[in-house]
């Protein structure tokens, strides 16, 4: 099966590395990605930057050099940034901006209905939320006008799931990623999604699995293909995040 990854992280030390409520993430460089993730067969991806890495762009602009024009990249930037430093960041390969709500060193959630529209309407960028979906409550509707946005991680949450499910229903996309670090029922989760949005679903491996319960493992794509046909495993797998990260 091939596979875009749409959400991974690199963490170089020989950038700013933010302790963020009290951890610090171990160095997880291109190398050390490329190694663990040779016998998968990763077309593209998209890095995504951490809580413990803030508005830093210097680490992201290098290792999308090093990954290559297939892979792009989903960063962290205060409001205060200017257009220009936005549309440099896309034609260096950025594609998305991030709110990590769960985690902290992101934009406050406050911002998110401007900035959200201010990126889209500048270079086409979607947002990706970090939120446990049992959050989404008191934003449902601030979401359901925004133009692009994913959450991460199934969500997070069981008592989320219903939150999140009504906003996949208004064309929200989901992030398959971070099994082991989610409470919820993992295969009724991505069945449900799938059946009210066959696009919605984007596998990640979420390397190198910061603060999970456990790291991915390959068996986190066989469940996929396990519980869904060729054809809808490929759109999980592949082309729903190629798709929706091709702007």
Request: proline content about 4%; glycine content about 6%.
């Amino acid at each position: 099966m091939r596979i875009f990854d749409a959400h991974f992280h690199i963490i170089d030390f020989d950038f700013p590395i933010i302790e963020n409520q009290g951890y610090t993430p171990p160095s997880y460089v291109v190398t050390d990605y490329q190694k663990e993730t040779m016998d998968l067969n990763v077309l593209g991806g998209a890095i995504v930057s951490g809580s413990f890495q803030g508005f830093d762009q210097n680490y992201l602009l290098k290792a999308l050099k090093q990954m290559g024009e297939a892979f792009c990249g989903v960063t962290q930037l205060p409001v205060t940034v200017t257009d220009e430093e936005i549309i440099s960041l896309h034609n260096h390969g950025v594609r998305a901006l991030r709110f990590n709500i769960k985690r902290g060193g992101s934009e406050d959630l406050s911002k998110l209905d401007y900035f959200a529209k201010r990126v889209y309407d500048l270079v086409g960028w979607h947002s990706e939320l970090y939120i446990d979906a049992k959050d989404l409550s008191d934003i449902s509707s601030t979401i359901e006008k925004m133009p692009a946005i994913s959450i991460d991680h199934l969500g997070l949450s069981e008592d989320g799931l219903p939150y999140l499910l009504k906003l996949v229903d208004k064309g929200i996309r989901v992030k398959a990623t971070g099994f082991g670090r989610v409470e919820l029922n993992i295969e009724n989760a991505l069945k449900t999604i799938y059946d009210i949005n066959p696009d919605a679903l984007m596998f990640g491996t979420d390397l190198p699995s910061t603060r999970a319960k456990r790291p991915f493992e390959y068996k986190d794509i066989e469940l996929i293909q396990n519980l869904f046909d060729e054809k809808a495993a490929d759109k999980i797998l592949y082309r729903n995040a190629l798709e929706w990260y091709s702007n």
